[in-house]
């Protein structure tokens, strides 16, 4: 009779580690579903978030505010890749060049006292000193005071390049950049430069770059129409930078300043 038992026991271990093997084997098929279903859930949220194409074809505007044609812009320079870091580094790198760097105080050696011994060494119950021009009395020199120094920061030519269409692709996508056709017939009055920012729909208290072509004769009459103006910075186009086109909340170009900063910055950089 126990050998019996024992046979049965066996058995049922048997049976029992199969239908483990059998539950084993089973669990890697559902994992094999969740997976499935994860990568069709990226590849939806993929597709459902397609990227924003800027249109390099803007209205250009003439001086009553009507728009007086379109124009294709440059794709290198405002349809650049947009770097944020490049364009932090850009602006601090202007800010920290225009330090100049300059201010000096005077050490106690550099001031001019008497040297004669303040008062004799003993018998006053104070402390001995021995010169007038120290850092602790009225008068004297100034200790870990500030000296002339270079603050200035180096950048390369290319980067400065690359921050400046950067900047520029950012404002078109932003919607802050208007090209203006006319601008160069204007007399030098500051009336009518009112009147024509007016017309474009600018309002008063925002900071406008206007960026004209080189200076010349027309080119001159804009600058004294213009400058006056206050929130109006006006610089030619080879002489742009990134900062000065982030520092302002719109930039307005006038068209033949396009061509101008493609010949500029354009032409002299080494295809890759």
Not at 192 to 210: A, P, S, T
Not at 216 to 240: D, F, H, M, P
């Amino acid at each position: 009779m126990p050998v019996k038992k024992l046979k049965v026991k066996s058995e049922k271990l048997k049976v029992s580690k199969k239908v483990t093997k059998v539950k084993a084997a089973a669990k890697p098929v559902k994992k094999a579903k969740i997976e499935a279903k994860v990568i069709v859930s990226a590849s939806n949220a993929a597709v459902a978030r397609p990227t924003k194409a800027v249109s390099l074809n803007v209205s250009v505007f003439d001086t009553k505010g009507k728009v007086a044609g379109h124009v294709e812009l440059p794709s290198e320079i405002f349809n650049a890749k947009i770097n944020n870091p490049l364009m932090s580094q850009a602006v601090r790198v202007y800010l920290a060049n225009q330090r100049q760097g300059t201010v000096k105080t005077k050490n106690r050696g550099e001031v001019n006292a008497t040297t004669k011994k303040i008062w004799q060494q003993k018998g006053t119950g104070r402390a001995r000193h021995g010169s007038k021009r120290a850092p602790i009395f009225v008068g004297g020199g100034l200790a870990f005071g500030p000296r002339p120094r270079d603050l200035s920061l180096n950048f390369s030519k290319k980067m400065k390049t690359l921050a400046l269409f950067s900047a520029l692709s950012s404002k078109l996508k932003d919607s802050e950049l208007k090209i203006i056709k006319g601008l160069e017939t204007i007399t030098p009055k500051t009336k009518l430069m009112v009147k024509v920012l007016e017309n474009l729909g600018i309002e008063n208290d925002k900071r406008i770059l206007l960026v004209m072509p080189k200076a010349g004769k027309e080119s001159g009459n804009v600058y004294r129409a213009a400058r006056n103006i206050q929130g109006v910075e006006i610089l030619s186009a080879n002489t742009i930078n990134a900062y000065k086109v982030l520092d302002n909340k719109l930039v307005l170009l006038m068209k033949d300043s396009i061509d101008i900063i493609k010949d500029t910055f354009v032409k002299g950089q080494k295809k890759p």
